[in-house]
């Protein structure tokens, strides 16, 4: 860290949590402060990480607005932060959801509503923690960090099934989790057999040389872990049920920013740390992204439940974010990340709009509703816009995203991407089936026909989904052009790593290689 | 100039933008205004250009505006970006013109209907989105226009959501779109992935023209091919069509607007503008003129046994953008869109003139309760048969032009008499089937309830306005592509000549295809007999015209009750064709059951029972065995569980680490 520069994102980190210490204190009969104290938070947070977005320098390679101290440092354990191009687009959503997410709940939480709000800023902390580290224990901790106040809130201000829910989230992401953690030492241990330094940092992880056969090892638990969070086909179920339980914030936010951990984690970590077993790996991850596609769309199109329906559609739309990802040229990475934010907005949106009908009729059964255009003309308005948006119009940011991975799939396995491409015909069946069921027709339920209209703070939160959807479907350059130089950057790593990988003979010592990279340094 | 040609598609997405977010408290007429201003602002423009693009030598008529980068990602770069030339500049005037007519139009017909501004605001958003598709300087820019337009086509049919049939309607236009754009999709995969690895990154026109040589034959192939299937969605032919004559759930003027004049031509427009790549692949070319022929033929055979006003129309329609894409794909481009014109104009004021009669009939469609307007709605009933003569193909007007440029086309470049043939039957069939329309709903008596026929009234003049309009274009229409042999000179070619080249060659050989091969087909002989030979199949299809005219006449006029003697004679077919051949519950059968049968497979067996079944069995003896442990512990394990768990870790994390590395 150097003295001039503020450490913004250390800011960003603990501002959250700083707020959540602050609300202790509080009186809980106080609820309106508590939920204007808790806005008011997070709208310094978004206003903070504002500048990041203009402040970043988009030509420069190296991470930015680092901040590194020693913390460990007989272990090798610092505390290092920094976010690039990628880091930084999600950052931002984050910031930009938690707002959503605090001004959604203003209504809908009214119970425990200190305990619910503590929850959310510790979560915000956690989230921001783990897209901002580069330090592998402090990204565990902010990773695991994550895990608590999710399981909270799905637990403690979920529908029905909740505890199952909650359980099932835990159990299937500590699953993961508790494998990445040993491979996480074990790689920690083997780098410092090799070149007799103790560290977590990293980008000096990134200069590793692994045997392949190990990287298979130490890739299979890191995948598996971010796998699980993405949620990839098969290891999806738990989303469903964490959905359709969680109030709607947390669905928010759990589709808007902690799936993308996963993908974020195969960006940051599994892939530059594991080079040659994740290149070999891309038949397995595209086959699976491909199933994740369709078998999402066609499950998603039998759901009688809205939250359901739209949970595994994100298992649809992940795993384009995936398929992207794998396909290792620029078109499908940058695809796959403005994916991954547009999931964020239109997932997003989508639950918020379920939400928001959840809030007046109590239920979320596709069944119960029907004839809503009639009454809620505005609500209409912007059901449709984000359904479209999700079914990845042009001119919405979706189609952005969805082209260029497709793109980028078909030009590394044109398989893959007929195969893939067919999710866009899918897509349209079971949202545009879903939209009519719901909003079109006669109202035939009786409590449906006094529908209150959306009110000026729904509006409002909409109307800022629906300003992005428009905004980066219509002019994606603003946020490309700060992903740029990271993502070339990424791809000429990872594939030169991998190139030195197979070059090196197959039955070379160990010792050799540590050579090979000596010389390389 | 070139500076200001976005306006032309800006203007009605002003309209749009006025309407959708600030004419809540607008009264009708402000927005009924500001709806119709905006299109024909852009008609203005339109005119402006074209007006200058007379005056300037042919090379020059090319205007080209980049106004931002879109989508750019590494070498991959598309911009939005317009580009008028000699033939988006006749798409914008047919789109605006016509359009401003029908919005005009629309003013009277939605009157009364709750929904007036919302009506407009989509007609706006439509207009906006045909120009974008048709001003755009690259694919990717046409194909938001291609998806716009489609997505307008999903609200505008479903615009009485109230009514399922009408959301059901605009659902399956939607998807069945979405099906051809999965061919469209990838055929631009195929080609910026090849052109790429060519170190040429772009999906704009001019750019790839300029590179086609690079594309091998195989290769335009199978891009034709693809965007040939984004087509056959855009402009219902085979095996896509089924959704348009559904599409007719909406309202009339949408009908016209959108399922007639402009949205279900784009696919016409987009292989002419693409008409470099087609000239490279002549498997495909003919494979668009069979499929355009098949399309035509089977489309007007269905028009022939429909009762419902509005259905025959769409079937018409269907069968009308056969003959364009049998236009296009002998190559002769020109012609193609020499018949979409006209065809605006005449179907256009088909289906506005449907709306009238629907108007006065109380909403009614059914011509068997229908006869006798003549008297009644005067104006509707002279604009309609001008219109029926013009697609008819009656001499002189305008539809004789452009569909014997077409037949002839099919002949001379496929060197095939039964292409001419089949479109030549079609054309009979089409005059006998709007006759037989026009005969039962305007002549004998009128066999409507007392209730409806009391109400019978003329439309108001600005219904009627925009009707005569369209009739006087239907008549002269045709002025601008009178062939040779007639002593024209074929204007509309000759303007269309620095898009499409100077007489594009006869590509199209249908060579390997013997069944269609005749003695005609002996290439050489063809061309010394051709102006004869022109003459005489022109002749022919008048005559098989007039056939047409002659036999509904026959049926509905002079002798009405041989259709009822007809329909028992021939009561099998007569099933068959007036449900459509059951093509739609055929896809119903194999491919909507199947898709839902697969469905509940994932769901139930897949999902719910495999793999929850595996993570509960497996959370089940995790418990199980955690009931067991539980014996031996006492008082709190949750505190000091977690420390032992994560110290348990951090050993074997090492000792593993020891082992295997």
Sequence with gaps: MTVMSIPILSFLIYFPLLGAILLLFVNRKNSQFIKVFTLVFSLVELAVSIPLFFKFDETAKTMQFVEKAQWFPEWGISYFIGIDGISLLLVLLTTFLTVICVLCSWKAIEDRIKEYYITFLILETAMIGTLCALDLVLFYIFWELMLIPMYLLIGIWGGPRRIYAAIKFFLFTMAGSVLMFIAILALYFYYYKT?????????????????????????????????????????????????????????????????????????????????????DAIPLMSILAVIGIIYGAIVSMMQPDLKRLIAFSSVS????????????????VQGGIYQMLNHGISTGGLFLIVGMIYERRHTRMIADFGGLAKVMPVFATFFMIITLSSIALPGTNGFVGEFLILLGAFKSNAVYGVLATTGVILGAVYMLWMFQRVMFGVITKEENRNLKDLGKREILILSSMVFFIILMGVYPKMFFKKMDVSVAEYLSFVKAKNAQYRTLPQGATEAAKVNDLSNTK | MADLIWLIPAFPAIGFL?????????????????????????????????????????????LEKTVFDWIVSGDFNTSIGFRIDALSIIMCLIVSGVGSLIHIYSVGYMHGDPGFRRFFCYLNLFVFMMLTLVTADNVLLMFVGWEGVGLCSYLLIGFWYEKDSASDAGKKAFIVNRIGDFGFLLGVFTLVGFLGTQGIWTLKFSELQANVHLIGPSLATVITLLFFVGATGKSAQIPLYVWLPDAMEGPTPVSSLIHAATMVTAGVYMIARLNF?????????????VVGLLTAFFAATIGC???????????????????????????????????????????????????SVMHAMSGELDMRKMGGLRKKIPITYWTTFIACLAIAGVPGLSGFFSKDEILWMAFSRHHSFWFWFIGAATAGMTAFYMFRMFFNTFHGECRASEEVKHHIHESPKVMTIPLMILAVLSII?????????????????????????????????????????????????????????????????????????????LFYVKNPNLPKKFVEKFHGLFTLVHNKYFIDELYGAVFVKNLFRLGALCKEFFDETIIDGIINGVAAAMGGIGSLMRRVQSGFVQGYAFAIILGAIIVIGYLVSRMIL
């Design chain 1, 317 to 332: 739309h992940l795993g384009y974010v995936m398929l992207g990802l794998f396909a290792f040229n620029i078109q499908g």
């Design chain 2, 305 to 355: 046994a429909q009762y419902d006003i509005k259905r025959v129309l769409a079937y018409s329609t269907v069968s009308q953008l056969g003959y364009m894409f049998v236009g296009v794909g002998a190559g002769a481009y020109a012609a193609g869109i020499f018949h979409l014109m006209t065809h605006a104009f005449f179907k256009g004021l088909l289906f506005l003139a449907a709306g």
């Design chain 2, 277 to 289: 790549l087609y000239v490279l692949a002549p498997t495909t070319l003919l494979i668009v003129t």
């Design chain 2, 18 to 62: 006025i309407n959708s977010l600030l004419g809540i408290r607008f009264p009708k007429a402000l927005t009924a205004w500001v709806a119709c201003l905006s299109v024909i602002a852009s008609f203005a423009v339109s005119a402006a250009i074209f007006v200058k693009f007379l005056g300037m030598p042919a090379e020059g008529r090319l």
């Design chain 1, 195 to 279: 070149t007799g330094v103790y560290t977590f940092n990293v980008l000096e992880l990134y200069q590793a040389s692994i045997p392949v056969v190990k990287q298979y090892w130490f890739f299979g638990a890191f995948a598996l872990s971010f796998a699980i969070k993405v949620p990839m086909f098969p290891v999806h179920t738990w989303l469903p049920d964490a959905h359709t339980e969680a109030p709607t914030a947390g669905s928010v936010i759990l589709a808007g920013v902690l799936l993308k951990m996963g993908t974020y984690g195969f960006l940051r970590f599994a892939v530059p740390l594991f080079p040659a077993a994740a290149f």
């Design chain 2, 477 to 553: 229409g045709g002025y601008v592509g009178v062939p040779h042999l007639l002593g024209g000179s074929n204007h509309i070619e000759k303007w269309l000549e620095p898009v499409f080249g100077h007489h594009a060659p006869a590509t199209a050989h249908a060579g390997g295809f013997s069944f269609v091969n005749t003695a005609f087909a002996s290439s050489g002989e063809a061309a010394g007999i051709e102006a004869g030979m022109e003459m005489k199949l022109m002749i022919g299809a008048i005559i098989i015209g007039l056939l047409g005219i002659f036999i509904a006449w």
